[in-house]
């Protein structure tokens, strides 16, 4: 059967940049899914010559097992036939195909070296028909167009006949290595980020169309949605609608990580905070200092809220309230004041997500609006989260609903400290050398903070700092971080956010039990691209045997 390079474009089908070449490479597997030929596609590369670099590129390559290559340009839309050949526009610009056709095969035989390279060419255009084939520059016998586009296939196997003999099983093998090797043809994970980003946005928007539809009076909504649902879309939205319309939001969350993160995202004119920099900071409006080397700090800010009167600075127009789930009773209450009637409020929250086992708050009257669908989280992350899941009563699927298939998981194992920070060292590498750059790579510690093997250091062997929450805060309340090229973060404090690939570490557990299996999900559906999980040997005796 044919081979397609590299793997993983069928999860490119919905994008809309590439969507014509995607089309042609599905047919190009189902037409010639009974030939050993090789396809290649997305080839860029790159030589420089006389101190300046010439770009070229190509749509596909296909590699027959006589070492022979065929190059397929595909010029999708319209075209231009001038005295001079066919051209393409691009940016205004014309591009005479010929010419780029030309430097392609002589780019690609000098790059091969002394040993001759076999090529042949076809140009395929799917949408325009070709009114003069003798002007065109190329030969009309290589040209694909609208009125013969069905033939794309059947003329592929015409200028590639397999009947032709290979000249040696050693030339095959060096051409294999060629485009495999030189080239580097495996996908990019910069582009799929993007690409990934864009794909579950538009997806899961779903939830903060639907909801900010509803008409209902109090707008009081509560959304149980699971990981990757859309439930901050959802809280985005209603933020910006809140600033557009001249009103005050107030954006709450449980760990500061992602209050930081949401931050970063939202326009002025709102407040986005923990629980604990609202009480921090109404203890500096009415002039006191919170004193973080006390025991009682937090609960001191939390009886200041709940008791003192709020000046009109402290109420809100909208209140959004993200990672529900970890809330109490006494914060629903306290946040609740600080909103204005008639207010809306929106309270976003997972069950499964629940590290710190405590019971549902309470929202009665509260219209609920239900979300399982993970659009972020590749679909078999989902899949093998639900095999190793322990029986719930009550507990709904999660639907796997990402446009992206596998996810990249590797298994790491440990069997001593030393081997947890060699294995973790080892999944650093091989997220690297997957493309990865560090700034895409988080470390998630299965462990919290004190606990943890990991968190407390500074560097990770010689090669990698880590940035870390210290567990010290400044004067002005502002947690204190190691500098460092990798984040690491504890699952605890990741949660809430996401990385394209993520080290999910220092799994530990002798059973999968309800908790154990929250912190997996949690941990594992960070992840948008590869994960890779360093387990203890008895944790990942338990995760294999269920999956």
């Known amino acids: 059967m044919a081979h397609i390079h590299p793997a993983g474009w069928r999860e490119m089908s919905v994008t809309g940049a590439a969507a014509r070449e995607i089309e042609t490479l599905a047919s190009l597997e189902a037409n010639l899914a009974d030939t050993p030929y090789s396809i290649y596609h997305g080839?860029?590369?790159?030589?420089?010559?006389?101190?300046?670099?010439?770009?070229?590129?190509?749509?596909?390559?296909?590699?027959?097992?006589?070492?022979?290559?065929?190059?397929?340009?595909?010029?999708?839309?319209?075209?231009?036939?001038?005295?001079?050949?066919?051209?393409?526009?691009?940016?205004?610009?014309?591009?005479n195909i010929q010419s780029h056709i030309l430097r392609t095969i002589d780019g690609l035989c000098r790059r091969f070296g002394q040993e001759k390279l076999s090529i042949d060419y076809l140009l395929y255009c799917p949408d325009y028909i070709v009114r003069d084939p003798q002007?065109?520059?190329?030969?009309?016998?290589?040209?694909?167009?609208?009125?013969?586009?069905?033939?794309?296939?059947?003329?592929?196997?015409?200028l590639l006949p397999l009947t032709d003999p290979a000249e040696s099983v050693e030339h095959f093998e060096k051409v294999a290595r060629f485009l495999g090797d030189t080239l580097s043809l495996r996908p990019?994970?910069?582009?799929?980020?993007?690409?990934?980003?864009?794909?579950?946005?538009?997806?899961?928007?779903?939830?903060?169309?639907?909801?900010?539809?509803?008409?209902?009076?109090?707008?009081?909504?509560?959304?149980?949605?699971?990981?990757?649902?859309?439930?901050?879309?959802?809280?985005?939205?209603?933020?910006?609608?809140?600033?557009?319309?001249?009103?005050?939001?107030?954006?709450?969350?449980?760990n500061?990580?992602?209050?930081?993160?949401?931050?970063?995202?939202?326009?002025?004119?709102?407040?986005?905070?923990?629980?604990?920099?609202?009480?921090?900071?109404?203890?500096?409006?009415?002039?006191?200092?919170?004193?973080?080397?006390?025991?009682?700090?937090?609960s001191h800010m939390e009886t200041a809220l709940a008791e003192a009167d709020l000046p009109e600075t402290w109420k809100y127009d909208v209140l959004i309230v993200d990672e529900g789930q970890d809330f109490s009773v006494a914060w629903?209450?306290?946040?609740?004041?600080?909103?204005?009637?008639?207010?809306?409020?929106?309270?976003?929250?997972?069950?499964?997500?629940n590290l710190y086992g405590r019971e549902a708050v309470p929202l009665p009257h509260w219209v609920i609006l239900h979300s399982n669908a993970n659009y972020r989280s590749p679909r078999q992350i989902v899949d093998m989260l639900a095999a190793i899941a322990p029986y719930e009563a009550g507990r709904e699927p999660v639907e796997a609903a990402s446009p992206f298939d596998g996810a990249d998981i590797e298994y790491l194992v440990y069997t001593d400290p030393d081997s947890l920070l060699a294995q973790t060292k080892h999944a650093i590498t091989l997220c690297l050398a997957a493309g990865f750059s560090r700034q895409d790579i988080a470390i998630a510690s299965y462990s919290g903070r004190e606990k943890s093997a990991i968190l407390n250091l500074e560097t990770l062997g010689d090669a990698h700092t880590l940035k870390s929450f210290t567990g010290a805060y400044d004067i002005f309340g502002h947690p204190v971080f190691r500098e460092g090229g990798l984040l690491a973060e504890s699952v605890y404090r990741f949660k809430?956010?996401?990385?394209?690939?993520?080290?999910?570490?220092?799994?530990?557990?002798?059973?999968?039990?309800?908790?154990?299996?929250?912190?997996?999900f949690v941990g594992m559906t960070r992840a948008r691209l590869k994960l890779v999980l360093v387990m203890s040997e008895r944790a990942a005796e338990q995760i294999v045997d269920r999956i």
């Open 43 to 95: 080839v860029h590369w790159t030589n420089a010559e006389h101190g300046f670099s010439a770009y070229g590129e190509v749509d596909f390559i296909i590699l027959a097992p006589s070492g022979r290559l065929l190059l397929i340009e595909q010029k999708a839309g319209f075209l231009t036939e001038t005295p001079g050949g066919l051209v393409k526009n691009y940016r205004g610009k014309p591009r």
């Open 135 to 158: 002007l065109a520059g190329i030969d009309p016998r290589h040209i694909i167009d609208a009125n013969s586009k069905e033939r794309l296939s059947e003329m592929v196997r015409e």
């Open 256 to 298: 500061r990580p992602l209050a930081d993160h949401i931050e970063r995202l939202v326009p002025a004119g709102g407040r986005v905070a923990t629980f604990h920099m609202l009480g921090d900071a109404f203890l500096r409006a009415r002039g006191e200092t919170p004193d973080y080397g006390a025991a009682d700090v937090f």
């Open 496 to 520: 809430g956010q996401s990385a394209p690939a993520v080290i999910f570490t220092e799994i530990d557990f002798d059973t999968i039990d309800e908790r154990v299996f929250r912190k997996l």
């Open 188 to 254: 990019d994970p910069s582009a799929m980020i993007g690409c990934a980003a864009r794909m579950v946005t538009r997806l899961s928007g779903g939830l903060c169309t639907w909801a900010r539809r509803l008409d209902f009076s109090p707008y009081r909504l509560r959304v149980i949605g699971t990981a990757g649902s859309g439930k901050t879309q959802l809280a985005l939205a209603e933020y910006r609608a809140a600033i557009d319309a001249g009103l005050r939001p107030l954006y709450v969350c449980f």
């Open 332 to 353: 629903r209450d306290i946040l609740l004041r600080m909103l204005r009637e008639p207010g809306r409020a929106i309270w976003l929250e997972d069950p499964t997500q």
